[in-house]
């Protein structure tokens, strides 16, 4: 596999929560296959075709362990137990029409969660990088026909929005008061930073009031695809597409601890905002089937109409960019649902992850 990140994460030990969800199983089947020792901490997985399970990566990673980042206690023991030298924390509810149902586990998981993740990496001193993953629900959303920058303030109408509004300001002043890039190699040394992706889409994603796997079990069943917001607009992308700005982002961190410690965003390319109709229309298309119908309705739970990201930070001080158009994402979505049920769903993740690394290098 060609290796975007130049050898950097072999052999590092690296923990990611949440290693049992959507980003989090790619995420450890991508740093195994860069030679990482992956630590993974997270609760069972939602389904039994989810990536996680299909694949078996919790077989091969150095330690697969279930725990709940609202349990403090756990996350000090695994933490002090492993070790880990860098630290991805993806572990969330992550659903914005169930946050409504339990806004307070929403909370509890999100906030309190994140806080109990930045005080076991506080008590460990073998982390050198920690990067949470966010969401850009955390912006303040006033649907501007601009992408929001990593200075705008944070908000949220919604528990899950707002909870996530609430992870940043939390992270935010860990930085300041424990890990201040000013005191790096004096008082600790911890690089810190918070990121924000689009709506992420790919292969292996059942979760239930998201528009591709709404649209695979429409299909798989024969029944039309039905579609809550169908004008809704969301900056969309692949699921590599924001782990590579991740990975990319924590080895500057470990080359350049206190000059990249802060917020930053990963957001597709300007075409692949689209609307969440086009979207569901672009699968139906790659698979050559189906229908969908408007069940959109007055008075419904809110959910933003519009929602973009600004991508000029990660362009210019990392040199990131994104790989895929619109297109590209929902036919490398599409090429995954078409095969997991046929073929060995590692491969078909590596052989994916391949596709993506040869389109380029970064700086």
Same mark, same amino acid.
């Given at each position: 596999?060609?290796?975007l990140?130049?050898?950097?994460?072999?052999?590092?030990?690296?923990?990611?929560?949440?290693?049992?969800g959507?980003k989090g199983?790619?995420?450890?089947?991508?740093?195994?296959?860069?030679?990482?020792?992956?630590?993974?901490?997270?609760?069972?997985?939602?389904?039994e075709?989810d990536n996680?399970?299909?694949s078996?990566?919790?077989?091969?990673i150095?330690?697969d362990?279930?725990?709940?980042?609202?349990?403090?206690?756990?996350?000090?023991?695994?933490?002090?137990a492993w070790?880990?030298?860098?630290?991805?924390?993806?572990?969330?509810?992550?659903?914005?029409?169930l946050?409504?149902?339990?806004?307070?586990?929403?909370?509890?998981?999100?906030?309190?969660g994140?806080?109990?993740?930045?005080e076991?990496?506080?008590?460990?001193?073998?982390?050198?990088v920690?990067?949470?993953?966010?969401?850009?629900?955390?912006?303040?959303?006033?649907?501007?026909?601009?992408?929001?920058?990593?200075?705008?303030?944070?908000?949220?109408?919604?528990?899950?929005?707002?909870?996530?509004?609430?992870?940043?300001?939390?992270?935010?002043?860990?930085r300041?008061s424990?890990?201040?890039?000013?005191?790096?190699?004096?008082?600790h040394h911890?690089?810190?930073?918070?990121?924000?992706?689009?709506?992420?889409?790919? %292969?292996?994603?059942?979760?239930?009031?998201?528009?591709?796997p709404?649209?695979?079990?429409?299909?798989e069943?024969?029944?039309?695809?039905?579609?809550?917001?169908?004008?809704?607009?969301?900056?969309?992308?692949h699921?590599?597409?924001?782990?590579?700005?991740?990975?990319?982002?924590?080895?500057?961190?470990?080359?350049?601890?206190?000059?990249f410690?802060?917020?930053?965003?990963?957001?597709?390319?300007?075409?692949?905002v689209?609307?969440?109709?086009?979207?569901a229309?672009?699968?139906?298309a790659?698979f050559?089937?189906?229908?969908l119908?408007d069940?959109?309705?007055?008075?419904g739970?809110?959910?933003?109409?519009?929602?973009?990201?600004?991508?000029?930070?990660?362009?210019?001080?990392?040199?990131?960019?994104?790989?895929l158009d619109?297109? %590209?994402?929902?036919?490398?979505?599409?090429?995954?649902?078409?095969?997991?049920a046929?073929e060995?769903?590692?491969?078909?993740?590596?052989?994916?992850?391949?596709?993506?690394?040869?389109e380029?290098?970064?700086?």
């Amino acid at each position: 596999m060609k290796d975007l990140f130049d050898g950097f994460y072999r052999g590092k030990r690296v923990l990611v929560t949440g290693h049992t969800g959507f980003k989090g199983s790619w995420l450890s089947i991508w740093l195994h296959e860069l030679g990482a020792e992956v630590i993974g901490v997270g609760l069972d997985p939602l389904t039994e075709r989810d990536n996680y399970t299909l694949s078996g990566i919790g077989n091969r990673i150095e330690a697969d362990l279930r725990a709940d980042i609202r349990d403090p206690d756990a996350m000090k023991r695994i933490f002090t137990a492993w070790r880990p030298e860098i630290v991805f924390h993806l572990a969330a509810q992550p659903i914005v029409r169930l946050s409504y149902a339990i806004p307070v586990e929403t909370y509890q998981t999100n906030v309190m969660g994140t806080v109990h993740v930045l005080e076991a990496i506080r008590a460990t001193d073998s982390v050198r990088v920690a990067v949470m993953i966010t969401t850009d629900k955390c912006y303040e959303n006033l649907e501007l026909p601009r992408g929001y920058k990593e200075e705008d303030p944070f908000g949220g109408y919604d528990p899950y929005s707002s909870s996530k509004a609430a992870c940043e300001i939390a992270i935010q002043s860990w930085r300041r008061s424990y890990f201040n890039p000013e005191e790096y190699g004096v008082k600790h040394h911890v690089s810190l930073a918070s990121v924000r992706a689009g709506n992420v889409i790919g %292969g292996g994603d059942w979760s239930k009031d998201r528009i591709i796997p709404d649209c695979i079990r429409a299909l798989e069943a024969g029944r039309p695809v039905e579609i809550r917001s169908p004008k809704s607009i969301r900056p969309w992308q692949h699921v590599l597409e924001p782990l590579s700005g991740y990975l990319l982002l924590a080895r500057n961190m470990w080359e350049r601890p206190a000059a990249f410690c802060e917020g930053w965003n990963f957001g597709p390319v300007e075409n692949a905002v689209s609307t969440v109709w086009d979207v569901a229309s672009a699968l139906i298309a790659c698979f050559g089937k189906g229908s969908l119908k408007d069940v959109s309705q007055a008075g419904g739970v809110h959910e933003a109409g519009m929602l973009l990201l600004d991508i000029t930070k990660a362009a210019t001080r990392l040199g990131w960019q994104p790989r895929l158009d619109v297109a %590209g994402s929902v036919a490398l979505t599409a090429d995954w649902y078409k095969r997991y049920a046929t073929e060995n769903v590692y491969d078909l993740c590596v052989s994916q992850i391949e596709a993506y690394s040869r389109e380029g290098a970064w700086k």
